[in-house]
């Protein structure tokens, strides 16, 4: 079992910069692959970032690309998603995800353990 905190978000202007944290429990997380989706009003959850167990290999939503960056620190049991240059429709409800599949994925269905969310608005 994986718990997953997500911490991070926050109200910033548009062109700001932001961090967020997801913090998994467990001596395992080094083996789970890693993802960050976002739900904004009105719209169905889609996926932002993902990488695979080491970081070496991510992949991005065409809307974040040269944006945001994915990253972990398996020693700190922790995935970050540094989000630049945002925008106001970057505006959502930010979720991070565990999967023990292998590679870098990026549908809902490939993982197992979610996080709470955490509410990222860019203002114009």
């Known amino acids: 079992q994986v718990q997953l905190v997500v911490s991070g978000g926050g109200l910033v202007q548009a062109g700001g910069s932001l961090r967020l944290s997801c913090e998994a429990s467990?001596?395992?997380?080094?083996?789970?692959?890693m993802g960050w989706f976002r739900q904004a009003p009105g719209k169905e959850r889609e996926f932002v970032a993902a990488?695979?167990?080491?970081?070496?290999?991510?992949y991005y939503a065409d809307s974040v690309k040269g944006r945001f960056t994915i990253s972990r620190d398996n020693a700190k049991h922790t995935a970050y998603l540094q989000m630049n240059s945002l925008k106001p429709e970057d505006t959502a409800v930010y979720y991070c995800?565990?999967?023990?599949?292998?590679?870098?994925?990026?549908?809902?269905?490939?993982?197992?353990?979610w996080g709470q969310g955490t509410q990222v608005t860019v203002s114009s």
């Open positions: 467990g001596r395992t997380f080094s083996s789970y692959a």
């Open positions: 990488c695979n167990w080491s970081g070496d290999s991510t």
């Open positions: 995800a565990a999967s023990g599949g292998f590679g870098v994925l990026r549908y809902e269905n490939e993982y197992d353990y």
